[in-house]
C-alpha cells in the first residue's frame, strides 16, 4: 500500500523552482547558491530545479559578458555543479555564457547526475528600450552545430532538444529562456507539439509596474494552449540594480491553473515547490482534437526534434501532495471565482429556457415541486426565465404532489415557495391513483401489505410524471426538467420520469454540490424578496431524500438523524460522488488515482479551504474505506447500469467546464458495457486499507 500514497506512482511529478541569490561577476559564489537550492530540491523529493536565465553570472553584467576571466569561470562554475549532481536527484536546469562555434551564447544547460543532457540556446533576443542582448549575444539560429564537446561531454546543443525520463512515463522537458515566451511562436510550442509536457523558462526578466501580472498571463495562456506545465524563474535579489530592479518572481502553472507562487522582492534566495499531473495533461491530449491537428499541420518541423533519455531515480514512500485538490471541483473555493460561476451558471440556465420557449412559441411551464434542491432550483430559474421574457409568474403552472413518505416540512416548503414566487401553484395528491396502479397490476401494497419495493416506489414516481405531462398537454406548456448531473451520473432517476424525462432539463449539467451554491448565491445576491430567501435557507437545511418510502421501512439504508428516507446513504455522499464524477468523466483517470486524490482532498476537514457558508455539519471528512466503497458503488452505477437512461436525456443547456452527460454533448457510450476493469483497477491497487499514519 505504500505505492498508492507514493506521488510518482500515482503519475505526478514534484517540481521546484529556485531563485538564488546572485552575486554579479561571482561564478563560484553563484555555483555554490545553485547547489545549496539544488539540494533542497533534492531533499524535498523534487525531480525538476529550475534556476533563472545566466543564474551562474547574474543576468546584469552587461559588457562583462565578453570579459575571459568571467567566461572561464562560469564554465568553471558549471563544472561545480555538474559533480554535485551526482549526488542530487533532480534534473538541474542553470543559464550561463557559453562560447559555441566561434560565438557567445546565452545558454540553459541540462545537468543530471553528473551528466550534461543537453544546452539551449536563447531564440529570441530582446534588443529594445532597457534590453540590448544582441550587443553581446547571438541568437540560437546562428549555430552551426548539433552537438559541442563541454566540459569532456559530448553534448547536444539546440532549441529543439526534449529531455524524457525513461522511469516515470509522460515527464518530457524543455527549455527555453526568457524573450522566447514573449516570442508570437515560442520554441516551447513546437516543443509541447512534438510531445514536451514540462516546459521550463529560465528567464530573468526585470520588474516594471504591471509586468508580474502580464508574466502570468502568458505563463498561462502557454501552458493552457500547449495542455503542459510551465515553470518560470526570474531572477532575483543581489542583481545590479544600476538601472533596473528585479523582483525574484517565479510560478508554476499547469494548464492555465497557478499550482505555485513565489513571494516577491524576496531579500534572499527561496524556492518554490508543486505536483504535476502528468496523466491529467495526457488525458487532455488525447482528448484535443486542435492539439493534434496542430500536431499534423507542423508534423515537418516536430519530426526534427531531438530526445535526450535520463533516469532519474525515483523518491520512494508517502512524500505528501503539494497541490491544492478542490474537495468541491464543481464549486471553487475562492468565494469571488465561485459567485461568478454561480452568475454564469444560473444565466446559462436562463438563456437555455427563455430561447426554447421562443423557439416553441409556448409561454407555459408546467413544474413538480418536491421542497428538494433540485425542484427547487429549476423553479428559480423559471421565475427569472419569465421575468426576462416579460411573461407573468402565473405561466408557470407549479404542482406539488405529495405521496406515501412526503413529509410536511418539504410539502410546506414547496408549497411556500411556489407562493413566494407568485407562480400558479397548487396541489394533487397523488395517493388514489398510486393505490389504483398498484390495485390494478396486483401489488401486495394495495391489499394492506407494507412492501415498499422499487414498484412502489416507481409508481409513484411514474404517477407524477404523467400528471405533469397530461398537465402540459392541457395548458399547452413545457414541462420542465429537475433531474441534475450527480444523479444522472449515478443513474439516481426512474427511467422515463420526472428526473429523467422531461421537455427541457436547466439542471442537466448541474451537479448536487453546485445546485446547493447556485441557491445559496441566489440569497446572498438579493434576487427575491426575504420571504423566499427564509424559504431557501430552509430547503437547504433539509436532509435530501427522494422520500418515497417511510424511513422505518424494514430493510431500507435511512439516516438515523431524521424521519426522511437517506438518499446519501443508498447512493453515498454527493461531496464524494461529485468528486467521483468530475475525476472520471471528465478526465478519465484510473479508479485507484480517484481515490488517492480523493483521499487527499477529504481525510482531514482542518486542512485546505472550505466554500464560505458551508454549514458545519456538511463538513465531512472521509478515509480511505469509506472513500473506496463509495467509489466501487459509483464504478458499478456509472459505467454499467445506468447508461441507458443517459443515452435517452431530454434537452438541456451545458453549464460547466466539468462537463455534461448527455448523448449529444461530453459523453457517448454504449449502454451494455461492464464495470469489470475499473472495479479490478480499484481492487487490485487497493487491495488492503492502510493509511499512512497507520503504516507508520
Known amino acids: 500500500m505504500s505505492d498508492f500514497f507514493n506521488l510518482y506512482q500515482q503519475g505526478l511529478v514534484r517540481a521546484a523552482v529556485c531563485v538564488p541569490e546572485v552575486r554579479i561577476a561571482n561564478p563560484p559564489a553563484n555555483a555554490a547558491a545553485t547547489i545549496a537550492l539544488a539540494r533542497r530540491a533534492h531533499e524535498a523529493g523534487a525531480l525538476i530545479a529550475l534556476f533563472p536565465e545566466l543564474g551562474l553570472t547574474a543576468y546584469s553584467n552587461d559588457d562583462l559578458f565578453h570579459q575571459q576571466p568571467l567566461l572561464d569561470a562560469a564554465l568553471a562554475a558549471l563544472a561545480q555543479v555538474v559533480e554535485a549532481s551526482r549526488a542530487l536527484r533532480p534534473l538541474i536546469a542553470v543559464g550561463l555564457p557559453l562560447r559555441l562555434d566561434g560565438r557567445l551564447f546565452n545558454g540553459a544547460v541540462a545537468v543530471h547526475a553528473g551528466r550534461i543532457l543537453g544546452v539551449t540556446p536563447k531564440s529570441y533576443l530582446p534588443n529594445d528600450r532597457e534590453f540590448y542582448e544582441k550587443r553581446q549575444f547571438a541568437a540560437a539560429e546562428a549555430l552551426l552545430s548539433q552537438n559541442t564537446e563541454l566540459l569532456g561531454q559530448a553534448v547536444p546543443v539546440g532549441p529543439d532538444l526534449l529531455f524524457e525520463a525513461s522511469t516515470l512515463p509522460g515527464l518530457i522537458l524543455h527549455m527555453e529562456l526568457c524573450e522566447d515566451l514573449w516570442a508570437p511562436i515560442p520554441p516551447s510550442t513546437d516543443a509541447a507539439m512534438a510531445g514536451a509536457t514540462v516546459l521550463l523558462n529560465l528567464s530573468a526578466s526585470n520588474i516594471t509596474i ?36 528585479w523582483d525574484g518572481h517565479a510560478v508554476i502553472f499547469e494548464q492555465d491553473r497557478l499550482l505555485a507562487e513565489s513571494e516577491r522582492f524576496p531579500g534572499n534566495a527561496q524556492m518554490i515547490t508543486a505536483d504535476i499531473d502528468l496523466e491529467r495533461l495526457h488525458q487532455e491530449r488525447l482528448r484535443a482534437t486542435s492539439f493534434s491537428d496542430s500536431i499534423r499541420a507542423h508534423r515537418e518541423r516536430l519530426e526534427h526534434m531531438r530526445r535526450v533519455r535520463f533516469s532519474p531515480e525515483l523518491p520512494s514512500g508517502d512524500l505528501g501532495l503539494q497541490r491544492a485538490i478542490e474537495r468541491f471541483p464543481f464549486v471553487p473555493a475562492d468565494s469571488a471565482e465561485r459567485d461568478a460561476q454561480c452568475y454564469e451558471a444560473y444565466n446559462i440556465q436562463v438563456h437555455g429556457l427563455a430561447k426554447r420557449l421562443q423557439a416553441t412559441g409556448i409561454e407555459r411551464l408546467v413544474i ?39 413529509s410536511s416540512e418539504t410539502r410546506a416548503n414547496a408549497l411556500a415557495l411556489m407562493q413566494a414566487l407568485g407562480t400558479q401553484a397548487e396541489e394533487i395528491d397523488i395517493r388514489p391513483s398510486c393505490m ?18 422499487v414498484t412502489f416506489e416507481n409508481v409513484q414516481a411514474g404517477e407524477r410524471t404523467s400528471h405533469l405531462f397530461r ?21 439516481w ?49 433539509t436532509e435530501i431524500s427522494p422520500e418515497l418510502v417511510p424511513a422505518h421501512a424494514g430493510g431500507l439504508d435511512s439516516a438515523a438523524t431524521s424521519g426522511l428516507q437517506s438518499t446519501e446513504a443508498k447512493i453515498g455522499p454527493y461531496d464524494l460522488q461529485d468528486f467521483n464524477t468530475y475525476w472520471i468523466s471528465r478526465y478519465g483517470l484510473r479508479p485507484s488515482k480517484v481515490a488517492f486524490l480523493a483521499w487527499h482532498a477529504w481525510h482531514d476537514k482542518t486542512q485546505g479551504l472550505w466554500p464560505e457558508n458551508l454549514p458545519e455539519a456538511r463538513r465531512h ?32 443547456p451545458k453549464v460547466g467546464s466539468g462537463g455534461s452527460l448527455s448523448p449529444r454533448g461530453d459523453w457517448r457510450a454504449p449502454s451494455d458495457a461492464e464495470a469489470a476493469i475499473w472495479l479490478q483497477e480499484l481492487h487490485e491497487k487497493i487491495p488492503e486499507i492502510d493509511t499512512p499514519e497507520q503504516q507508520g
Not at 502570468?216 to 543581489?238: E, H, M
Not at 434542491?373 to 408557470?396: C, E, K, N
Not at 395548458?475 to 451520473?489: K, P, Q, W, Y
Not at 448541474?510 to 435557507?537: E, N
Request: glycine share 8%; with cysteine; charged share 15%.
Open 368 to 406: 413538480g415541486v418536491s421542497g428538494g434542491l433540485d425542484s427547487t432550483q429549476a423553479l428559480l430559474v423559471a421565475a427569472r426565465t419569465m421575468d426576462r421574457l416579460g411573461l407573468p409568474r402565473t405561466h408557470i403552472l407549479a404542482y406539488t404532489m405529495p405521496g406515501f413518505a412526503t
Open 210 to 245: 504591471g509586468k508580474a501580472s502580464y508574466r502570468n498571463a502568458l505563463c498561462a495562456a502557454q501552458s493552457g494552449k500547449c495542455l503542459a506545465a510551465y515553470l518560470y524563474s526570474a531572477a532575483g535579489p543581489g542583481e545590479s540594480t544600476t538601472d533596473l530592479a
Open 436 to 453: 389504483q396502479m398498484l390495485a390494478d397490476i396486483g401489488h401486495p401494497f394495495a391489499a394492506d401489505e407494507l412492501v415498499y419495493d
Open 493 to 541: 432517476s426512474t427511467y422515463g420520469v420526472g428526473d429523467q424525462m422531461s421537455h427541457y432539463n436547466v439542471n442537466a449539467s448541474v451537479p448536487k454540490t453546485l445546485i446547493q451554491y447556485l441557491i445559496r448565491w441566489v440569497i446572498a445576491s438579493d434576487h427575491f424578496d426575504g420571504t423566499t430567501h427564509a424559504i431557501l435557507q430552509a430547503i437547504l437545511d
Open 621 to 652: 471528512e472521509y478515509d480511505l474505506p469509506e472513500i473506496k466503497r463509495w467509489l466501487e458503488v459509483f464504478l458499478l452505477r456509472f459505467f454499467q447500469l445506468s447508461q441507458f437512461k443517459r443515452s435517452c436525456l431530454p434537452n438541456g
Open 471 to 491: 398537465l402540459a398537454n392541457h395548458h399547452n406548456a413545457l414541462v420542465l426538467g429537475t433531474g441534475d448531473l450527480s444523479e444522472i451520473a449515478l443513474g
